[in-house]
T-cell receptor, first 112, second 115 residues
Framework: KQEVTQIPAALSVPEGENLVLNCSFT??????LQWFRQDPGKGLTSLLL?????REQTSGRLNASLDKSSGRSTLYIAASQPGDSATYLC???????????FGKGTKLSVIP | AAGVIQSPRHLIKEKRETATLKCYPI?????VYWYQQGPGQDPQFLIS???????DKGSIPDRFSAQQFSDYHSELNMSSLELGDSALYFC??????????????FGDGTRLSIL
């Protein structure tokens, strides 16, 4: 059964800093990996999807990478802003599966 | 752009009552997913439907059932509600065409509170 781990559980950085969030998964036969943002009490906003054949995806200040051989994905946020404060979750699909398995998230606080 | 619509946004029920949650996917999306997120927990997959047929099943209790209708909206029916069912219930949709490689787009969720 796929297990997804995110470290650290919480992170506090000053505004303007570049930062990296980590995600690791146990089953390297993942089909793809998706990063989400969740604000308190709110829904999940899809940030980036990396398919198994890809190594990275970029959207604005966000860059996500995928290394299936090591079972890792990273989300890089450039020039962080207070509005980036939220919980970031990664989730993976297994091959032939329709369900996402989520990590427990990293709670990010960007201090003005 | 149109998003996934869930109703109601909040629902308060008592133990042993029933509840029905509704989900309207993004137009033209063919797959709907349901997830349950308990307090301080990560979302847990319950069930999914592709083209109105159940496509995958997760940790959905036998007290719960769901279906996808001809207009692609979906309903999650919950009976004999228990205190532990208090959670945020998310619906997501995607355009898969039979492949599980498309991003899932989530609604804002229904917050269910059991008294």
């Amino acid at each position: 059964k796929q297990e997804v781990t995110q470290i650290p559980a919480a992170l506090s950085v000053p505004e303007g800093e570049n930062l990296v969030l980590n995600c690791s998964f146990t089953d390297s036969a993942i089909y793809n990996l998706q990063w989400f943002r969740q604000d308190p009490g709110k829904g999940l906003t899809s940030l980036l999807l990396i398919q198994s054949s890809q190594r990275e995806q970029t959207s604005g200040r966000l860059n996500a990478s995928l290394d299936k051989s090591s079972g890792r994905s990273t989300l890089y946020i450039a020039a962080s802003q207070p509005g980036d404060s939220a919980t970031y979750l990664c989730a993976s699909y297994g091959a032939g599966s329709y369900q996402l398995t989520f990590g427990k998230g990293t709670k990010l606080s960007v201090i003005p | 752009a149109a998003g996934v619509i869930q109703s109601p946004r909040h629902l308060i029920k008592e133990k042993r009552e029933t509840a029905t949650l509704k989900c309207y996917p993004i137009p033209r999306h063919d797959t709907v997913y349901w997830y349950q997120q308990g307090p301080g927990q990560d979302p847990q997959f319950l069930i999914s439907f592709y083209e109105k047929m159940q496509s995958d099943k997760g940790s959905i209790p036998d007290r719960f059932s769901a279906q996808q209708f001809s207009d692609y909206h979906s309903e999650l029916n919950m009976s004999s509600l228990e205190l532990g069912d208090s959670a945020l219930y998310f619906c997501a949709s995607s355009l898969n065409r039979g492949y599980s490689n498309q991003p899932q787009h989530f609604g804002d969720g229904t917050r269910l509170s059991i008294l």
